[in-house]
């Protein structure tokens, strides 16, 4: 059984950074596509940023590019959300998914598993 485990959410202040991490458990992460997606309150879930399987293909929201980087470890089965320059609009809960089969491009429709999700609160 798949299972994706995020942590690193908190409480920081407008400008700080946060370093989210997602766990994937039961499956081969290196066939994996991954994505952090997120959803503040009263608004729809969005994509934040994903890669490829292999990791040569990135990709992210536009408000947060060059503020957001993911990255992945396959040898710890982990994938990361580096966030700098937060701002009060990042405040949501953000969530890791996977998708397998070796995929290049995700979205939020097609993703085989989920995390449950952490919490980034940005405020002063």
């Known amino acids: 059984q798949v299972e994706l485990v995020e942590s690193g959410g908190d409480l920081v202040q407008p400008g700080g950074s946060l370093t989210l991490s997602c766990l994937l458990s039961g499956d081969d992460f290196g066939s994996y596509a991954m994505g952090w997606f997120r959803q503040a309150p009263g608004k729809p879930r969005e994509f934040v940023a994903g890669f490829s399987w292999h990791g040569f293909i990135t990709y992210y929201l536009e408000s947060v590019n060059n503020r957001f980087t993911i990255s992945r470890d396959n040898a710890k089965n982990t994938t990361f959300l580096q966030m700098n320059d937060l701002e009060s609009e990042d405040t949501a809960v953000y969530y890791c998914?996977?998708?397998?089969?070796?995929?290049?491009?995700?979205?939020?429709?097609?993703?085989?598993?989920w995390g449950k999700g952490t919490l980034v609160t940005v405020s002063s």
């Open positions: 998914a996977g998708k397998g089969g070796h995929a290049l491009y995700i979205n939020g429709a097609i993703m085989d598993y």
